[in-house]
């Protein structure tokens, strides 16, 4: 699944940025116990992991299950947070809105055996130059050119 918002965004990065959106999924057991989210290395490329659901999978025992993530925090320094407490008989799943981390990210889990699921969506930031968003803007013109204005319809009077 991909989603390319044709918009250039401001992500906080230098200039502008195009945005594309892709699925995400890993599953968590005793059996493998993490994941680690890893954008390329490319230099203008940044990836994020926009977490959005964490919840049990079909097999699941009756314990607590507990999931955290390991990522950088805004000084730089690598923190780990639960993020989920998961238990069959009484919370199966969390939603978690839009929970961006910067690549590279550890998801874990932390107690428990599974599995759990974790999805949500892969998104690249990638550097849209002057000339690239001068493309595009030509192009939008010439469509409103080809589009020709729709008028309202006549009124019938009563007689």
């Known amino acids: 699944m991909s989603f390319h918002d044709d918009e250039p965004t401001d992500l906080g990065l230098s200039g502008q940025s195009k945005l594309e959106s892709f699925l995400f999924s890993c599953e968590l057991s005793s059996k493998v116990p993490f994941y680690t989210f890893q954008g390329d290395e490319e230099e203008d490329l940044e990836h994020f992991l926009e977490l959005r659901t964490v919840c049990l999978g079909d097999g ?84 409103e050119e080809e589009i020709t204005p729709i008028k309202p319809a006549k009124k019938k009077l009563k007689q």
């Open 60 to 143: 699941a025992k009756e314990e607590s299950n507990v999931v955290e993530v390991t990522a950088m925090n805004h000084q730089g320094k690598t923190t780990s947070v639960p993020i989920a407490n998961l238990h069959i008989g009484c919370l199966p799943m969390v939603s978690l809105g839009e929970f961006e981390l910067k690549a590279p990210v550890t998801i874990r889990l932390k107690a428990g055996s599974g599995p759990v699921n974790v999805s949500g969506l892969h998104l690249i930031a990638s550097n849209v130059e002057d000339s690239d968003l001068s493309d595009d803007d030509d192009d939008d013109e010439e469509e």
